[in-house]
């Protein structure tokens, strides 16, 4: 994020904004550098978010436009003020734009209310956390039920699902062990299965190895990578060049801006190293 002040007022700002874009949105806008005719899964258009911070308002994302496609392996990367946080937490519902628009699983979910964005969040979204975020006095299995709880599954079929996933993350051994008493690894591979529970069309993984050893990250890493090849689409934010090597398209943000957005054509293969 640039702290250049932009202007003495936010109207003022966002008029000189919407301005730039009126004038752009008769160009064409390239959203993608992939043309596949797979379903759009993130759509985002000319995206603008402005932090008012009292005196000084600051841009904090500058008119991004991509598209993220069914089955895509994508890495969003940045410096610490990039812009790939303030990104995530739109893409996650966890906050929105101040202009343009970000459709999800085409649905434009920017304007929508905290209760619709509650809704999308449990419906359309796995969130995998660098922390982790389980809850540390119930089970595995508990953990992975949560987001089945708030969307209402029977109780017979939250656990079926639940003992699946654990099965399909190797940790069908330890569903009545709590957090604390798993590694790092483990802890982050429930947090996956907690993530695929509804079957959401997009998973998203904010650092999920920023807490990790290389031998566990790169069993992380490889856990993203073939949950991609059946089909699921991932969205891994990072800092590291070697998480991101595992991914099949890298985005890389500096001062609220899209800068790059290039294929990886050599990912870094399941049995490699970091």
Known sequence: MTNEKISNTENELIENIEGNLTKELEKPIN???????????????????????????????NKINATIRQGEFVAIMGHSGSGKSTLLNILGCLDRPTLGSYYLDGVDV???????????????????????????????????????????????????????????????????????????????????????????????????????????????????????????TVVVVTHEDNIAEYTHRILTFSDGMLISDKINENPTPIGGSL
């Not at 550098?33 to 000084?56: C, H, P, Q």
Request: proline share 4%; aromatic share 4%; no cysteine.
């Open 31 to 61: 959203r993608s550098i992939n043309n596949s005719d797979k379903k759009e899964i993130i759509r985002l258009e000319n995206l603008v978010k402005i932090y008012d911070t009292g005196a000084l308002k600051v841009l904090g994302l």
């Open 110 to 232: 920017a304007q929508m209310s905290d209760n619709e964005l509650s809704k999308i969040r449990n419906q359309k979204l796995g969130f995998v956390f660098q922390s982790f975020n389980l809850i540390s006095r119930m089970s595995v299995l508990r953990n992975v039920e949560i987001p089945m709880t708030y969307a209402k599954v029977a109780p017979a079929k939250r656990r079926e699902r639940a003992l699946e996933l654990l099965d399909m993350v190797g940790l069908s051994s330890r569903i009545e062990h709590e957090p604390n008493e798993l590694s790092g690894g483990q802890r982050q591979r429930v947090a996956i299965a907690r993530a695929l529970t509804n079957r959401p069309p997009l998973i998203l993984a904010d650092e999920p190895t920023g807490n990790l050893d290389s031998k566990s990250s790169i069993e992380i890493m490889e856990l993203f990578a073939k949950l991609n090849q059946q089909g699921n």
